[in-house]
């Protein structure tokens, strides 16, 4: 009896070989799927590699979604003009917002979640980091219409507008570690990829929004005030300015 499988494989091996290929591709991928490990927000703590982190992301900036926050980050500070404080929330290892705003803040503060994130902007602002930030700094310099050779004046700038580095989890109130004075009384807070990566499935979506934007003076407080006697979600409400 013939075997209409294998007169298929004598006719057409180029197509018999392709199947194999896809086959074996597949089976690794449910291997590799099999045995992956599902990282939680504590995982973090440990897993996260605050190095290779900035070595991705910051070392040349090809990166198109960080190539446009350095574009417009020089013109969104210019826009808003001169404050008091500001805070950088989930602000990473970075301190390109810092520096974006060294001549707009008078008071530069920076918070995330990350305790190894949080040692290199404090070894940053001490002058001990290993990481060079020339080429994200150049680029805003360069968005500012500034010649490249401020950028040593840039950062010690930056460095002495750098009042403090918290501890910051939007599950929690208050979300920032900061002094108990310093509640509420930013002004302009800086949240770049950091809500819109929460998976919110973990927490109510207006909660979590409430619990940064609590940290903020203007007009804040008042929505928080409608918010609490009101079935009126945070989403929808207007915020003064």
């Not at 808003?80 to 803040?105: K, M, N, Q, W």
């Not at 040692?119 to 994200?136: G, V, Y």
Request: proline share 4%; hydrophobic share 35%.
């Amino acid at each position: 009896m013939v075997n209409v499988f294998d007169i298929e494989v004598q006719a057409r091996p180029d197509v018999f070989k392709q199947k194999e290929q896809e086959n074996s591709v597949l089976q690794e991928k449910e291997e590799i799927e099999k045995n992956e490990t599902i990282y939680d927000r504590t995982s973090f703590m440990t897993t996260f590699s605050t190095d290779a982190y900035l070595e991705d992301f910051y070392t040349k900036v090809e990166d198109p979604a960080m190539q446009m926050v350095l574009k417009f980050l020089p013109l969104i500070a210019c826009r808003i003009g001169s404050i008091d404080r500001l805070l950088d929330f989930g602000a990473g290892p970075t301190i390109h917002v810092a520096a974006t705003f060294r001549d707009y803040a008078k008071e530069l503060h920076l918070a995330d979640y990350l305790p190894q994130n949080r040692e290199e902007l404090i070894a940053w602002k001490e002058n001990r980091s290993r990481f060079d930030w020339s080429t994200p700094l150049k680029m805003i310099l360069t968005q500012e219409g500034s010649a490249w050779e401020q950028l040593q004046e840039m950062i010690t700038r930056t460095r002495n507008k750098v009042h403090g580095i918290y501890h910051c989890d939007c599950f929690q109130n208050p979300s920032v570690d900061c002094p108990s004075h310093l509640h509420g009384t930013f002004d302009v807070g800086i949240t770049y990829f950091h809500l819109i990566t929460i998976p919110f499935h973990l927490g109510d979506r207006d909660y979590l929004l409430r619990g940064v934007l609590l940290q903020f003076v203007r007009g804040v407080q008042e929505c928080h005030q409608k918010h609490c006697w009101s079935n009126q979600e945070w989403s929808t409400m207007s915020f003064s300015t």
